[in-house]
């Protein structure tokens, strides 16, 4: 009985959990003493089987042992997963990079961009194929795409409030092809851009328009 008590407290380290389960012992052992003591009064050397009551609490609490242990174990589980994710959202935040799944292959994706840009009338400057460079030097490497694309139209205003952006425009979208075959679209948030150059809120639309374009060529 002790040990199942202190198996218990274990499983539910708090103090009410603990006084509720030690007054249960408490009080069934304080009614089994008397017992005990007449039986080795009249010489009896052997005792009662274990009452039905003592196995009923005996079995209640092993199963309430084993379900607390499960609980504990799936909250543990579920925090740390929960973890794992908060790593990963401050980690692409940090770096500005946004990255955005696609429901097509690389070429796909990258035909589709392109046929948003050209409606749109916005200049794509270079399709850089890595992977297709990669493979004339005698290297192996996943599909990627780099699209440069942009309007000096929006683009020179940004230019002119914040010189130094102009080492991050064109605007880029790189779509690649991940381990497990995934195709991603990444590109930089408009909102880091803003606040890595200073840019004035009133222009940030004028590179917000990325993130349209990525999210329409992923979902169609």
């Given at each position: 009985m002790l040990l199942l008590y202190s198996l218990m407290v274990y499983l539910c380290g708090s103090a009410l959990c603990s006084s509720q389960f030690g007054v249960m012992v408490n009080v069934y052992s304080g009614w089994l003493h008397p017992r005990l003591v007449r039986e080795l009064d009249r010489g009896e050397t052997s005792h009662s089987s274990p009452s039905t009551i003592a196995v009923g609490i005996a079995f209640f609490l092993a199963l309430f042992g084993l379900a607390m242990a499960i609980y504990l174990i799936s909250i543990r589980s579920s925090a740390s997963s929960?973890?794992?994710?908060?790593?990963?959202?401050?980690?692409?935040?940090?770096?500005?990079?946004?990255?955005?799944?696609?429901?097509?292959?690389?070429?796909?994706?990258?035909?589709?961009?392109?046929?948003?840009?050209?409606?749109?009338?916005?200049?794509?400057?270079?399709?850089?194929?890595?992977?297709?460079?990669?493979?004339?030097?005698?290297?192996?490497?996943?599909?990627?795409?780099?699209?440069?694309?942009?309007?000096?139209?929006?683009?020179?205003?940004?230019?002119?409030?914040?010189?130094?952006?102009?080492i991050d425009l064109p605007l880029k979208i790189l779509v690649w092809e991940d381990g497990q075959r995934k195709v991603w679209i990444s590109y930089n948030s408009s909102i880091y851009l803003k606040e890595r150059h200073g840019l004035p809120q009133d222009l940030l639309q004028n590179i917000s328009g990325v993130e349209t374009l990525a999210a329409k060529a992923a979902a169609e």
């Open positions: 929960g973890s794992s994710e908060e790593i990963s959202m401050t980690s692409t935040t940090n770096n500005g990079i946004v990255d955005l799944p696609s429901n097509h292959s690389v070429e796909q994706t990258v035909e589709k961009l392109k046929s948003i840009l050209q409606a749109k009338g916005i200049t794509l400057f270079a399709l850089i194929d890595h992977s297709g460079e990669a493979e004339k030097v005698g290297l192996k490497m996943r599909p990627t795409r780099l699209l440069i694309f942009g309007s000096p139209k929006g683009g020179t205003p940004v230019m002119l409030a914040a010189p130094s952006i102009a």
